[in-house]
């Protein structure tokens, strides 16, 4: 679903307790600050994909939270479109999920800030989401499906939630090696199940 482990450096370690941290609200008042917009700009290097492909202005995620790259603002960046469509790179400021149908979807997740493990988590299908963009504006937005299911996952960054708390010791959750995902993709139905335990050993840094 999201970056399948295309690592930067810049990325914080899994166990960063940061990545554990409610991060506070911007204000709105330091939107334009040199030291935000150098925030953002540094976030749109790190997601635009720099690899050569088709389209260059695709990111190589999609989506990302500025504290994963220890950035302690609520900032997110994302990409709306789907899978394989043009990019349409979106930054939000204080993202807030005013709403969310009580209608959910399963579908997989992984992420840098995870390690290895890929989850089927459920996500509303459908928001409404205020945030500012960097030139001060702020707008309320519907988003559904895939869309939604970014918005959610990189607001949950900002609050400290990464996808596998989503899923709790009940869910579905697999350990997946770069080299595996091409089989993965084919035969995830079948894949060895983590722990719980497994989880809060790589997030506390216990292994």
Known sequence: ????????????????????????????????????????????????????????????????????IGIAKRIIVIDEAAPGALAKITVMINPEILW???????????????????????RSTSIFVKYYDREGNIFTVEHSGYAARVIQHEVDHLNGIRFPERIGEQGVLHWVEEGDIPEYGLNW??????????????RDGCR
Request: aromatic share 10%; charged share 20%; net charge negative.
């Open 189 to 202: 139905q079948n894949w060895p199940s983590c722990s719980w335990d497994d989880w809060l050993e790589v």
């Open 100 to 122: 969310q149908s009580e209608e959910r979807q399963y579908d997989q997740e992984s992420c840098d800030s995870t390690s290895k493990f890929i989850g089927i988590v459920p």
């Open 1 to 68: 679903m999201f970056n399948f482990f295309l690592l930067f450096s810049l990325f914080l370690p899994v166990e960063d307790p940061l990545l554990n941290q409610t991060i506070p609200t911007l204000c709105p008042c330091s939107i334009h600050s040199e030291e935000v917009q150098n925030s953002i700009d540094t976030m749109l290097k790190m997601a635009l994909d720099h690899i050569p492909r088709r389209d260059p202005r695709k990111m190589v995620i999609a989506g990302l939270a500025a504290p994963q």
